[in-house]
C-alpha cells in the first residue's frame, strides 16, 4: 500500500510539472518520515549517491562539451565537412550527421549537441531552401549520437551505477553510434532522390585544406579522451580532466579564450551537473526505498514466470524503457531502474555492456519525444518555433532511430564485437 502510495504521489507530481528530482524525492521523504526513519538517514542516502569518483567524471565531460561551444568548435567541424562534402548533391543535410558525428567525439550530452549545432545547421539548411521541419527534424534526430558515442555521459552514469568497466561501455557504444548516423545518411538519400533541386556545389580544394588545418586542434580531444581510455594509460574520470584543460590550452592558442569564456563555460556545466546531481540524489532514496520493499525480487519473480527467452525479456524491457523514456527523464530511469532490471538481464544470460547500450539508445530516443524530450525544447528555443513543428518534423526520423534499436537488441555481436576485440 504505502509503494503504491508512493507510486501515485510521484506520477501525480510529474504530471503536474513539478521537476523530476523533487517529484521524486517529496513522497521518498514522506515514506521515509511514515517509516520512522530519520531525515538524516534520507540526506545520508543522498550524499552517497553522489559522493562517486566515477561520476566525477559527468561535470568534467560536460565541461569539455559547453567549452567546445564557447571555443566556436562546432563552426569548425561544420565547415570542414561542408569543404570534404561539397561535391555532394543534398550536401547540408549529410554535413548536418557528419557535423554531429564529430562533435559527439567531445560533448557527450546531446543538449549540447542540439544547442550548439542547431544555431548553425538549422540557418543554413533553410537558407539552401530546405524545408524547416526537415532541417529541423534532421537536426534534433543527429543529436543523440552524442550521448550515444563516447564520451557519453549517461554511460558514464551507468557504469557507474551497475558497477561495469566505462572504458568497455564506451567501447560498445561505438558501432550503435555509427548505426544510428548511418540510418539518418540512409534516410537522407532517399529524402533527396524524392526531392530534388539540392545540387550540388563546386570543390574547393583549398578552403578544404583551410578548413582541415582548423579542424585539427579539436580532433585532439577526442583522442585523448578515447585513446587514453581504451588504451587503458586513464579513467574515464582522468581522461575527462585532461581533455577540458586541452580545450583552455586550446582556445588560449587559438585565441578564443578569454576570462569571460571561461567563466560562462563554468557557469554553465555548473547549472547543467545541479541539475543531473540532484537526480541522482532522489534517485538514490527512490532506490533505497525499493530495495526495502524487495520490488526487484518481486519483478524477477513475475517475468521469470512469464518468459524463460532472453529476447522476449529484451523486448519487454524495450517497451517499458520506450514510455519510460518518455515520461521522465532518461538520468532518472537509469538510477531508478538499473538496480531492478540488471540482476535480471544477468539472470537471463545478457551481458551487462549490452544491456547498458540498448537501455541508453533506448533512452535517448525519449528525449526526441513529448511530453519530456528535452530536446523539443532546445530546438524549440534556439529556432524559436513552437514543439509541435520540431516534432512533426522529427516523427520521419524516428524510423532509423528504431530499426538501430531493434538491430542491437537481435544482435548482441554488433555490440559486443569491439569491447571484445579490445580485451574487455
Given at each position: 500500500m504505502e509503494l503504491g502510495l508512493l507510486a501515485v504521489g510521484i506520477i501525480l507530481l510529474l504530471l503536474a510539472r513539478v521537476p523530476v528530482a523533487f517529484a521524486i524525492m517529496g513522497p521518498c521523504l514522506a515514506y521515509f518520515m511514515l517509516n520512522g526513519y530519520s531525515t538524516g538517514l534520507a540526506l545520508k542516502t543522498v550524499f552517497d549517491s553522489v559522493n562517486s569518483f566515477p561520476l566525477l567524471a559527468v561535470p568534467l565531460f560536460i565541461f569539455v562539451g559547453v567549452i567546445a561551444n564557447k571555443l566556436g568548435i562546432a563552426d569548425?567541424?561544420?565547415?570542414?565537412?561542408?569543404?570534404?562534402?561539397?561535391?555532394?548533391?543534398?550536401?547540408?543535410?549529410?554535413?548536418?550527421?557528419?557535423?554531429?558525428?564529430?562533435?559527439?567525439?567531445?560533448?557527450?550530452?546531446?543538449?549540447?549537441?542540439?544547442?550548439?549545432?542547431?544555431?548553425?545547421?538549422?540557418?543554413?539548411?533553410?537558407?539552401?531552401?530546405?524545408?524547416?521541419?526537415?532541417?529541423?527534424?534532421?537536426?534534433?534526430?543527429?543529436?543523440?549520437?552524442?550521448?550515444?558515442?563516447?564520451?557519453?555521459?549517461?554511460?558514464?552514469?551507468?557504469?557507474?551505477?551497475?558497477?561495469?568497466?566505462?572504458?568497455?561501455?564506451?567501447?560498445?557504444?561505438?558501432?550503435?553510434?555509427?548505426?544510428?548516423?548511418?540510418?539518418?545518411?540512409?534516410?537522407?538519400?532517399?529524402?533527396?532522390?524524392?526531392?530534388?533541386?539540392?545540387?550540388?556545389?563546386?570543390?574547393?580544394?583549398?578552403?578544404?585544406?583551410?578548413?582541415?588545418?582548423?579542424?585539427?586542434?579539436?580532433?585532439?580531444?577526442?583522442?585523448?579522451?578515447?585513446?587514453?581510455?581504451?588504451?587503458?594509460?586513464?579513467?574515464?574520470?582522468?581522461?575527462?580532466?585532461?581533455?577540458?584543460?586541452?580545450?583552455?590550452?586550446?582556445?588560449?592558442?587559438?585565441?578564443?579564450?578569454?576570462?569571460?569564456?571561461?567563466?560562462?563555460?563554468?557557469?554553465?556545466?555548473?547549472?547543467?551537473?545541479?541539475?543531473?546531481?540532484?537526480?541522482?540524489?532522489?534517485?538514490?532514496?527512490?532506490?533505497?526505498?525499493?530495495?526495502?520493499?524487495?520490488?526487484?525480487?518481486?519483478?524477477?519473480?513475475?517475468?521469470?514466470?512469464?518468459?524463460?527467452?532472453?529476447?522476449?525479456?529484451?523486448?519487454?524491457?524495450?517497451?517499458l524503457l520506450i514510455v519510460l523514456g518518455m515520461l521522465i527523464d532518461a538520468t532518472a530511469v537509469i538510477l531508478v531502474t538499473v538496480p531492478v532490471l540488471l540482476p535480471l538481464a544477468v539472470s537471463y544470460g545478457i551481458d551487462p555492456v549490452h544491456f547498458g547500450v540498448i537501455m541508453i539508445v533506448n533512452l535517448m530516443i525519449g528525449l526526441l519525444t513529448p511530453p519530456v524530450g528535452s530536446v523539443l525544447y532546445v530546438m524549440s528555443s534556439v529556432t524559436a518555433r513552437p514543439v509541435d513543428e520540431i516534432f512533426k518534423g522529427i516523427v520521419p526520423f524516428l524510423t532509423p532511430m528504431v530499426a538501430v534499436l531493434i538491430i542491437i537488441t537481435l544482435f548482441p555481436q554488433v555490440v559486443m564485437f569491439l569491447p571484445n576485440l579490445l580485451g574487455f
Open positions: 569548425r567541424l561544420f565547415e570542414f565537412c561542408l569543404a570534404a562534402m561539397a561535391r555532394v548533391r543534398g550536401n547540408l543535410a549529410y554535413v548536418n550527421v557528419g557535423t554531429s558525428v564529430g562533435f559527439a567525439w567531445m560533448s557527450g550530452s546531446a543538449l549540447a549537441d542540439a544547442a550548439g549545432l542547431g544555431k548553425v545547421q538549422v540557418p543554413s539548411m533553410t537558407k539552401a531552401g530546405y524545408p524547416f521541419r526537415f532541417a529541423a527534424g534532421l537536426t534534433a534526430s543527429s543529436a543523440l549520437i552524442s550521448p550515444v558515442m563516447p564520451p557519453s555521459i549517461p554511460a558514464v552514469i551507468f557504469a557507474a551505477v551497475a558497477t561495469i568497466s566505462t572504458g568497455a561501455l564506451f567501447a560498445a557504444s561505438v558501432i550503435p553510434a555509427l548505426l544510428m548516423a548511418l540510418g539518418l545518411v540512409i534516410y537522407i538519400a532517399v529524402w533527396v532522390r524524392r526531392n530534388p533541386g539540392f545540387e550540388k556545389e563546386p570543390f574547393d580544394l583549398n578552403r578544404l585544406g583551410r578548413a582541415t588545418v582548423r579542424v585539427l586542434g579539436p580532433l585532439g580531444a577526442p583522442i585523448i579522451i578515447l585513446g587514453g581510455i581504451m588504451g587503458g594509460f586513464f579513467t574515464p574520470t582522468e581522461a575527462a580532466g585532461i581533455a577540458g584543460l586541452y580545450m583552455v590550452l586550446l582556445g588560449l592558442f587559438l585565441k578564443t579564450m578569454s576570462w569571460r569564456v571561461l567563466w560562462e563555460a563554468a557557469k554553465e556545466t555548473v547549472f547543467l551537473c545541479g541539475g543531473i546531481l540532484i537526480i541522482i540524489g532522489a534517485a538514490g532514496m527512490l532506490g533505497q526505498i525499493l530495495a526495502r520493499e524487495r520490488v526487484a525480487v518481486s519483478l524477477a519473480e513475475w517475468i521469470t514466470g512469464f518468459t524463460d527467452n532472453p529476447l522476449v525479456f529484451l523486448l519487454l524491457i524495450n517497451l
